[in-house]
């Protein structure tokens, strides 16, 4: 099998209360990372499929009053294309199915941005995004239906604010989404919309406004409502940054379930370092491109106490 040299590494400072996954690179170090026979990267820890996401020199830049523009993406790519200038592979591959990846960084780097492109909410201003094998194309006659069909059938979000609709019950916003693609009758939506309550732990909530939830527990339903229409993507935008350390732990071990049992692939948004251990790959973006990133050999679920312990000893 070929090999390729892994990217740079950064690796965060945690305690015993936070293990490192076993076999995950150090600091620094740069090892061989055998590929399979379509030039990808085989996971030490995990089977991942054929790639999801693929991104090629994405751009993003906004315009300001007077004219001025602001550039938030540099130049960000994801892909097996190689160097033309020396014709080695890229050190950044694309996301794979069934992957979980961590955008990482300070605020204001650009990793919301870079995930509201790859969703199709917002369009770059030069390069490429590729989805599920189609690259996304902004300029087409009927760019918007196609993207809004896109975003329906095949990617589920989850917002740090939850976004639920206040007027209707934990049983509708779940609902709601299946409704709007139309392809299930009544009573397939209504028993698809309590499987997915359940599997959250609200089986006994369905009926209550987000009003009458926790955080926890209305962060949980934007969950189910985000597997509604049984995406192959979801993609999560500081999706626990307003939970407290339990419900952190929490949300962040059901999505681990639901990335290992249902081999959905995942992109999470966030500042907090202690996350890592729950992701395959850290991509680390600073100032706009990716400056270095992490591949943990096993995802590692936290325990709330020891976590909890470990925040109350380092603050």
């Given at each position: 099998?070929?090999?390729?040299?892994?990217?740079?590494?950064?690796?965060?400072?945690?305690?015993?209360?936070?293990?490192?996954?076993?076999?995950?690179?150090?600091?620094?170090?740069?090892?061989?990372?055998?590929?399979?026979?379509?030039?990808?990267?085989?996971?030490?820890?995990?089977?991942?499929?054929?790639?999801?996401?693929?991104?090629?020199?994405?751009?993003?830049?906004?315009?300001?009053?007077?004219?001025?523009?602001?550039?938030?993406?540099?130049?960000?790519?994801?892909?097996?294309?190689?160097?033309?200038?020396?014709?080695?592979?890229?050190?950044?591959?694309?996301?794979?199915?069934?992957?979980?990846?961590?955008?990482?960084?300070?605020?204001?780097?650009?990793?919301?941005?870079?995930?509201?492109?790859?969703g199709a909410i917002d369009s770059v201003t030069g390069g490429s995004i590729e989805l599920f094998g189609e690259v996304l194309d902004a300029k087409a006659a009927d760019s918007e239906r196609t993207l809004a069909d896109l975003?329906?059938?095949?990617?589920?979000?989850?917002?740090?604010?939850?976004?639920?609709?206040?007027?209707?019950?934990?049983?509708?916003?779940?609902?709601?989404?299946?409704?709007?693609?139309?392809?299930?009758?009544?009573?397939?939506?209504?028993?698809?919309?309590?499987?997915?309550?359940?599997?959250?732990?609200?089986?006994?909530?369905?009926?209550?406004?987000?009003?009458?939830?926790?955080?926890?527990?209305?962060?949980?339903?934007?969950?189910?409502?985000?597997?509604?229409?049984?995406?192959?993507?979801?993609l999560l935008d500081e999706a626990v940054a307003d939970l407290d350390t339990r419900n952190q732990v929490a949300v962040m071990n059901l999505l681990l379930r639901i990335n290992l049992e249902r081999k959905v692939t995942m992109?999470?948004?966030?500042?907090?370092?202690?996350?890592?251990?729950?992701?395959?790959?850290?991509?680390?973006?600073?100032?706009?491109?990716?400056?270095?990133?992490?591949?943990?050999?096993?995802?590692?679920?936290?325990?709330?106490?020891?976590?909890?312990?470990?925040?109350?000893?380092?603050?």
């Open positions: 099998m070929a090999a390729v040299s892994a990217a740079p590494v950064i690796r965060a400072d945690l305690s015993e209360a936070h293990p490192r996954p076993s076999g995950a690179a150090t600091e620094g170090e740069a090892h061989e990372v055998e590929t399979d026979r379509h030039g990808m990267p085989i996971h030490p820890g995990k089977t991942l499929g054929e790639p999801v996401v693929v991104l090629k020199d994405v751009r993003k830049a906004y315009l300001l009053d007077g004219g001025a523009s602001v550039d938030v993406l540099k130049g960000i790519s994801l892909s097996l294309d190689t160097d033309p200038r020396d014709g080695t592979p890229s050190e950044f591959y694309p996301i794979r199915e069934g992957e979980f990846v961590l955008l990482r960084g300070a605020s204001g780097q650009g990793k919301t941005t870079l995930c509201n492109c790859i975003r329906l059938r095949k990617i589920g979000w989850v917002f740090q604010s939850f976004q639920l609709l206040g007027a209707l019950s934990a049983f509708e916003n779940v609902e709601l989404p299946m409704s709007v693609l139309g392809e299930l009758s009544k009573q397939e939506r209504t028993a698809r919309a309590k499987m997915l309550l359940a599997m959250v732990g609200l089986e006994d909530r369905i009926s209550h406004l987000p009003s009458e939830l926790s955080g926890g527990e209305q962060q949980r339903v934007a969950i189910a409502r985000s597997l509604a229409n049984a995406p192959r993507l979801m992109i999470m948004v966030t500042h907090d370092p202690h996350l890592e251990c729950y992701a395959d790959r850290i991509l680390y973006i600073r100032d706009g491109r990716i400056e270095a990133q992490q591949i943990n050999a096993k995802q590692t679920p936290l325990d709330a106490e020891a976590h909890a312990a470990f925040l109350a000893a380092e603050g």
